[in-house]
């Protein structure tokens, strides 16, 4: 086939157009920027362990680190937590952030867009276990036993109302002691509590001595002894647990028989101070005093039984002190903020400066992009090799097959985007062929369809000219007969050109199916008498439900179904026709049924088809054009129904049409009305 200019050697797609080379530019553009944010990365992160290795710690940060616990101990949350970082930040000069410890931002002093915090916190926030090195406010006395901090206190914090009538009874302690010439203070603890507070230089004897009324400041107040309660339920459940027997909890979480109150929070001075505060330090037992024995002249070497009485004192002084202190973090859990991790850095975002690399470490890391970029370059070379091959392929067929060439099938090589592309392609193309070749086989029957009637009228007429037929009302019959062919050929070839092109006009209206049926009936029963065939309407097992259509392109569709079954039945045989409803209702289903030879199975569904006959001599004996079941499905579709066929060969056919029932009653706004309507 000779190409047309405008389709000539296909040429080759510019470079710069090519998916190929676009693949391989944004591959490499990725893997340079990925490459250069890595040997960034790399110098920060080195940057940051060499100056962790040279020691740095956050020894000069602990006032900060202790403002912060301060406020995890008094907060629930850590809400509002914002002022006092950019407090402390101002006040040191360094960037100051919180995070959760799922990272989650809590405060952060720099601004929006500053530089990412490092991964390694410089220290947990957690009022429940306070970093010792950091601070030495957990518990009075310095041990690591127990790591709560003396600020957070939870429950046992004072009401106003109780705070106030301790402060009475405080202030009438220190004048009391006045009164004897001892100085005394009020120091309030961190739950309120008031303690009175001895100036040193006071011997502790002459202030038992005096008369002063102080030891409603020993005695628990009820929102003490409701926290208490609940405390000591928490710990004893623990040395249940354990198979240990309860203890009773004092509010200096003491446990045992004490002589008198133990003090939980005191500011240190010489003199030991007149009342106790919330527990707030580490739980101890108040040892009981044990009879005192002579000492013997000579050591024993051996362990008596009082050794072993102490030590299991002392292990069972263990186990409680550990249960008491898991006891508090319990209780205080909900009335502390949860731990955050806390970042210390330079103003500027980063935890430490950075450093030059040397030319060597420089070489390095150039040496190490250049063979991550040639590795990512070669595998996109290969990828994209591998992802054009089929896109090229695809291209030549659709250029073959746009010039008239033979196309094969494309290979689908795998089951992903461009292995779909192809199989779609090859089916499209398979389609295309079997088009083209319905096309083809359409306009040879056409052709031969019409050069039947026009050759024997052609001859006739030929024949009368030359004198050897006389022009006699037969013969002028058969010429009306074969030109009344013709047009037929003609008008069911534009009925099938209407309905596909979408023009075939329909006039819908409701119609009485039995009532259509028994006219079509009516209107073939002179040729089904010719042909010795008995035709008759069958009455319905389920009455129709209404129907709105095109009561003339219905008797159409319907005629050419008798008119087929007539031609097709023998002498003797019958034609059935029979209306009903569907089971559900939504249906009218119209049967068409004959007695005549039948279809092999594998012609039932090409029966349809245009210019298809059962007889593969295409002979046109029992007359119709191959258009007639063409157009009944065609106008079954057209009125939202569908056209089947059933048969046994040596049996007969069974035509049915099954049109959608009419639900919206006649005359409603919605329903269909009598205008024309193209389809």
């Excluded at 470079?15 to 990925?34: I, Q």
């Excluded at 005549?596 to 199975?601: E, F, Q, T």
């Excluded at 594998?602 to 245009?610: E, P, T, Y």
Aim: charged letters at 20%; glycine letters at 10%.
């Amino acid at each position: 086939m000779r190409r047309s200019p405008g389709t000539g050697a296909r040429r080759t797609v510019p470079l710069r157009k090519s998916l190929f080379a676009r693949l391989l530019a944004v591959s490499a553009l990725v893997a340079a920027c990925s490459v250069a944010a890595t040997a960034w990365l790399a110098v920060q992160t080195t940057s940051g362990a060499i100056r962790q290795e040279q020691g740095q710690n956050l020894a000069a940060d602990a006032r900060i680190y202790h403002r912060l616990l301060g406020y995890a101990a008094a907060h629930p949350t850590w809400d509002g937590v914002g002022a006092t970082v950019r407090e402390l930040a101002e006040q040191s000069g360094r960037r100051i952030a919180l995070t959760t410890q799922g990272r989650a931002p809590l405060a952060d002093s720099a601004a929006r867009g500053a530089a990412a915090l490092p991964a390694q916190a410089s220290a947990v926030v957690d009022p429940l276990s306070v970093d010792t090195a950091l601070s030495t406010g957990a518990g009075a006395t310095g041990t690591t036993t127990d790591r709560v901090d003396p600020r957070a206190v939870g429950p046992f914090r004072l009401p106003a109302s109780e705070r106030t009538r301790l402060r009475k009874t405080a202030d009438r302690g220190v004048a009391c002691l006045g009164d004897f010439g001892i100085a005394a203070d009020v120091v309030a603890g961190a739950s309120g509590r008031p303690l009175i507070q001895v100036v040193g230089g006071n011997d502790p004897e002459r202030i038992q001595g005096t008369r002063c009324a102080v030891d409603e400041l020993d005695t628990p107040t009820a929102t003490e002894r409701k926290a208490l309660k609940a405390l000591n339920q928490l710990a004893d459940a623990c040395l249940e647990r354990q198979g240990r027997d309860g203890v009773h909890l004092s509010l200096g979480l003491s446990w045992g028989q004490a002589a008198e109150p133990v003090p939980a929070e005191a500011v240190p001075v010489p003199a030991a101070p007149m009342a106790t505060m919330p527990p707030s330090v580490e739980p101890r037992a108040v040892p009981t005093e044990a009879p005192r024995e002579e000492p013997s002249a000579e050591p024993s070497a051996v362990p008596g039984p009082g050794d072993q009485q102490a030590a299991a004192t002392s292990e069972n002084d263990r186990a409680v002190a550990s249960c008491v202190g898991t006891a508090r973090r319990e209780q205080l859990s909900s009335y502390v903020a949860s731990p955050a991790l806390l970042f210390i850095g330079d103003p500027g975002g980063g935890t430490v400066p950075g450093f030059d690399l040397s030319p060597a470490n420089t070489a390095r890391i150039a040496g190490a992009a250049a063979l991550v970029l040639a590795l990512t370059v070669g595998a996109s070379v290969l990828v994209g090799a591998r992802l054009v091959r089929p896109l090229r392929a695809l291209t030549g067929a659709a250029q073959r097959m746009r010039d008239g060439e033979d196309t094969a099938p494309v290979v689908v090589a795998a089951d992903n985007e461009i292995g779909r592309l192809a199989a779609t392609f090859n089916d499209m193309s398979a389609h295309r062929a079997r088009l083209e070749a319905q096309r083809k086989a359409m306009v040879s029957d056409v052709a031969h369809e019409l050069r039947t009637p026009l050759s024997n009228i052609r001859g006739w007429l030929e024949a009368a000219q030359d004198g050897v037929a006389d022009p006699d009302p037969e013969f002028i019959a058969f010429l009306h007969t074969e030109a009344v062919q013709l047009q037929h050929i003609i008008d069911d070839l534009q009925d099938l050109a209407q309905a596909d092109a979408g023009a075939l006009r329909l006039h819908p209206e409701p119609v009485d199916v039995a009532e259509l049926l028994g006219q079509v009936a009516a209107a073939h029963q002179a040729r089904a008498d010719a042909a010795g065939v008995a035709l008759g309407v069958r009455p319905p097992d389920r009455p129709p439900p209404p129907l709105t259509a095109d009561p003339v392109r219905l008797r159409q569709a319907v005629g050419n179904l008798v008119s087929n079954a007539v031609r097709h039945t023998p002498e003797g045989g019958t034609v059935t026709l029979r209306a009903y409803g569907s089971e559900d209702g939504d249906a009218v289903l119209v049967d068409v049924a004959d007695t005549g030879s039948g279809i092999p199975a594998d012609d039932v569904a090409r029966v349809f088809d245009r210019f298809w006959r059962g007889e593969k001599s295409r002979s046109r004996r029992t007359g119709g054009s191959g258009l007639g079941l063409a157009i009944v499905r065609k106008l079954a579709e057209a009125h939202g129904g569908t056209a089947t066929a059933v048969s046994t060969l040596g049996e007969g056919s069974v035509f049915t049409l099954r049109f959608p029932a009419d639900t919206t009653p006649p005359g409603t706004p919605d329903g269909p009305d009598a205008m024309n309507t193209t389809v």
